[in-house]
């Protein structure tokens, strides 16, 4: 991986949750680059295990189901005996579901019986997209952050731009990232006592296992969303992994940005400051 800067982290244990997945797996081969010890944690062990080997000794993979507290605290253990204290948590582990998702953007009365609507979406959906953002951010920062009370940390949550501008189609997983913003920010003052800084990253639209289905066709055309979406972009392109990098390290950073906390940093192209006009 080719940073675009280094910063010395060669004092920090970081944990990352949802480490399996694309985004997170490469921002935990960014702070190991950097002298990081990393542990990896995700549901999907071989996951984890793929991207810790790959970044070698000061990485390990941990199975963890961010939703059950009892395999938290035996990830905590783990990661303990391996590196010692916890004193760098990225919150990663979120997510949407398909039945919390609406077939149309807008309310119509004459919408055919085979969409589904608003009203069609279901309940069980709706709470495990909550739960799988903030709960899950919740329960994991209740563990971990326990090891920097009293010698101080830092915290960094992934957030989303339809945090700040709800997305049509989302309901569930919008206000689930808009709770995640302000959890950030009830953190960063909860926590300043402590010498504990918590800020988040919202992403813009990047391409991801969970999203490239509704992002292109099975031709690898772009879906109408997609032209949606690149229209209300002003850099006109998805986000590549490496255009987070930087704000990461930054954020990691003690020296760098000691005095940033309860900031939420979009990192999106322009979509959140986009009007459409």
């Not at 808009?178 to 800020?199: E, K």
Request: aromatic share 8%.
């Amino acid at each position: 991986m080719k940073l675009p800067f280094t910063v010395d982290l060669k004092d920090k244990v970081a944990v990352i949750t949802g480490a399996g997945g694309v985004l997170m797996s490469e921002m935990a081969k960014a702070l190991a680059s950097c002298g990081a010890k990393v542990a990896l944690l995700d549901i999907n062990y071989e996951t984890a295990k793929k991207h810790a080997d790959q970044i070698g000794q000061n990485a390990i993979a941990i199975e963890c189901d961010c939703l059950n507290k009892e395999s938290i605290i035996r990830a905590k253990e783990q990661v303990n005996a391996a590196f010692g204290a916890v004193n760098l948590l990225l919150n990663g582990a979120g997510g949407n579901n398909p039945k919390a998702t609406c077939d149309n953007e807008y309310m119509t009365p004459d919408l055919k019986n085979n969409i589904k609507t608003f009203f069609d979406l279901e309940e069980k959906a709706l709470r495990f997209v909550f739960d799988l953002n903030i709960t899950s951010a919740f329960l994991v920062t209740q563990v971990f952050v326990q090891d920097m009370v009293k010698t101080g940390g830092n915290i960094i949550n992934i957030s989303s731009m339809n945090a700040f501008r709800p997305l049509t189609k989302i309901p569930a997983y919008s206000a689930a990232k808009a709770g995640i913003s302000n959890f950030t920010q009830w953190l960063a003052v909860h926590f300043a006592p402590c010498h504990i800084r918590c800020n988040a990253i919202a992403p813009g639209f990047f391409v991801s296992h969970q999203n490239r289905e509704l992002l292109f066709d099975k031709n690898g055309a772009p879906t109408q969303r997609t032209q949606k979406i690149l229209a209300a972009t002003p850099q006109k392109r998805f986000g590549e992994v490496s255009d987070l990098i930087g704000t990461l390290l930054w954020l990691a950073s003690d020296e760098a940005s000691g005095f940033v906390t309860g900031s939420v940093i979009a990192v999106d192209g322009g979509f959140a400051a986009y009007s459409g006009v």
